[in-house]
């Protein structure tokens, strides 16, 4: 699996949405993307990367394309 | 009148995330502004956010005899026309986007509006009754908690009493209005002349820590999920020089948790205060004292200045020795009045007479300190969300009726056991979308059968070993 798919497949999973609403979404916007969400989300992502997120760059991640830039200084090029 | 505003004018009142800010004096003439249009006491839908428009609502109704029904802003459609249907409210205060048919617009302000209904002002109301609230992750049912006048000020002079709360203090919000947790912090902060710092955001977003550092927030608030979500965002490595008083309640924090706080706290010269109450209890029914914090870890405490507890065993006599489990029985002028079903109810007294049966199970130790160890009835919590087993089966029951289910679980857990493993997405799907809470707390079990007696009551003992 590509990175792409893989953090594709982790905003799926943890917000419970399809493929197509996954780059669409913003944190707080949607009853998906609320706090619970949040944290699935990040659980996900440190999982699926293997890496662990500082709190600065989990309260940053509030957009499909902010949490790439943010995988980026972790060394995770999606 | 609930607050005398009078006594703060000066001071700040709220200030909001969008650099708004309201003094005391400018509150209480907003106020006036805005209960004029209402004219008089009747019923109001208070559609909450934690926004300057629906804390204008919520402050000036209660203090000038207008009776408010807390219900949150996201509310499902078709639980909002259950209950405008059950209560027939004269008003309905909510922000600008909100569609009623047939309403008219009395009054704009902050984006919010009062709307008038065509229901016209046919609710009557008892004179001590204050405020309207539901218990909770609310599903299926049109059931309200109210609350009197004697019984917010009564839980507002002992919250402010054991928190020695004061003008200084500058609360952030972190739960919503229409929850009685939210709102009690509310309440109390008011009464002090402190100023509250509204925003809508949550603590796992960055403009949350952005406001709370800008404006030097003291306190907080949190259900146990909160204080786990911070636990895993690793909080007690940021700076936040000015926070100092951290409480929580709406379930328990598992101990190693309460323990990890109240060493933090006491390493960095702040106050951890777990609480114990319910919304049948106005809020708050017990605190444990930040000093007995790590002493105590897992306990409750001991009751609020003007309350008292009791254990009573299963025969109904009230246990004496310490170390015994007993249903938590609450007594203080802070109990409710009783339920609503329906707007006739809103003309009733007091059904309660200051006693209430919490339907906690719980022990208390040699020191006096209460610690609740399980439930009487059948319900649960999803991040600090209250949810009733036995009406989520019955929702579940009437939208599928063919399919055999039942629901077990534990707190921040709800498991959906059916036989018919097809329909349980759905059956998930459906139970999210009705109480409005995430996913990620309902789980799913095919099982061969739902286990059942004789008499067909459920063996929820059984059903749990299904369970993982």
Redesign the interface.
Same mark, same amino acid.
């Given at each position: 699996m590509t990175n792409q798919e893989k953090y594709l497949r982790a905003f799926m999973e943890a917000l %419970?949405v399809t493929a197509a609403e996954a780059p669409t979404l913003v944190?707080?916007e949607s009853?998906?993307w609320?706090? *619970?969400?949040?944290?699935?989300l *990040?659980?996900a992502l440190e999982d699926a990367f293997d890496v662990m997120m %500082?709190?600065d760059d989990?309260?940053?991640l509030?957009s499909f394309e902010k949490g790439k830039e943010i995988l980026r200084k972790y060394d995770v090029e999606i | 009148m609930m607050w005398r505003f009078d006594r703060h004018l000066t001071g700040l009142a709220v200030e909001d995330e969008f650099g708004g800010k309201l003094t005391y004096a400018e509150l209480r003439h907003e106020g006036r502004m805005l209960c004029q249009q209402a004219d008089g006491r009747c019923l109001v839908f208070c559609l909450c956010k934690n926004t300057m428009g629906s804390f204008l609502g919520y402050t000036s109704f209660l203090n000038d005899g207008v009776v408010p029904a807390m219900l949150p802003a &996201?509310i499902d459609r078709a639980q909002f026309d259950a209950l405008y249907e059950a209560y027939k409210p004269k008003y309905v205060w909510a922000p600008a986007d909100f569609e009623l048919e047939d309403s008219c617009c009395r009054y704009e302000r902050f984006g919010y509006r009062l709307l008038q209904t065509p229901l016209g002002d046919i609710t009557r109301l008892a004179p001590e009754l204050a405020l309207l609230l539901t218990t909770s992750g609310s599903t299926g049912s049109p059931k309200f908690v109210r609350q009197s006048y004697q019984n917010i000020r009564s839980n507002t002079d002992s919250i402010v009493e054991y928190l020695h709360l004061t003008s200084a203090e500058r609360p952030i919000t972190t739960l919503p209005m229409n929850y009685t947790y939210g709102l009690s912090i509310i309440n109390s902060h008011l009464d002090v002349g402190a100023t509250l710092l509204l925003t &809508?955001? !949550?603590?796992?977003?960055?403009e #949350?820590?952005t406001f709370f550092k800008e404006k030097g927030a003291t306190s907080f608030g949190g259900v146990p999920?909160t204080y786990e +979500?911070l636990d895993? +965002?690793? #909080?007690m490595? +940021?700076e936040l020089p000015t926070l100092k008083t951290m409480t929580q309640a709406g379930g328990k924090l598992l101990p190693d948790l309460h323990r990890k706080y109240a060493e933090w706290c006491r390493d960095t010269g702040r106050q951890f205060i777990v609480m114990y109450g319910q919304c049948e209890a106005t809020a708050r029914m017990a605190y444990l004292p930040w000093e007995k914090s790590l002493e105590k870890v897992g306990s409750m405490g001991i009751a609020i200045p003007g309350g008292t507890f009791e254990l009573i065993d299963v025969d109904g006599n009230v246990i004496t020795e310490p170390h015994v489990t007993g249903e938590l029985r609450y007594r203080g002028a802070n109990v409710t009045l009783g339920y609503a079903t329906g707007s006739n109810d809103l003309i009733k007294g007091n059904e309660r007479g200051g006693v209430l049966e919490t339907g906690d199970m719980a022990q208390v130790d040699e020191d006096g300190f209460y610690t609740i160890v399980g439930r009487k009835k059948r319900f649960l919590k999803l #991040?600090g969300n209250r949810i009733n087993l036995d009406e989520v089966e019955r929702m579940l029951k009437i939208k599928f009726p063919d399919v055999d289910a039942a629901c077990g679980g534990r707190d921040d857990h709800m498991t959906i056991f059916a036989t018919d493993e097809a329909t349980l997405p759905a059956m998930r799907a459906y139970l999210t979308e009705k109480t409005?809470?995430? !996913?990620? !707390?309902f789980f799913t079990k095919g099982v061969p059968e739902i286990p059942k007696n004789e008499a067909g009551k459920t063996l929820y003992m059984e059903l749990e070993k299904y369970d993982d």
């Open positions: %419970e944190y707080g009853r998906a609320d706090s *619970v969400g949040h944290m699935t *990040v659980a %500082e709190m989990i309260i940053d509030s | &996201d &809508d955001k !949550g603590v796992a977003q960055k #949350f820590w999920y +979500m895993r +965002m690793r #909080f490595r +940021m #991040f409005g809470l995430n !996913g990620s !707390g």
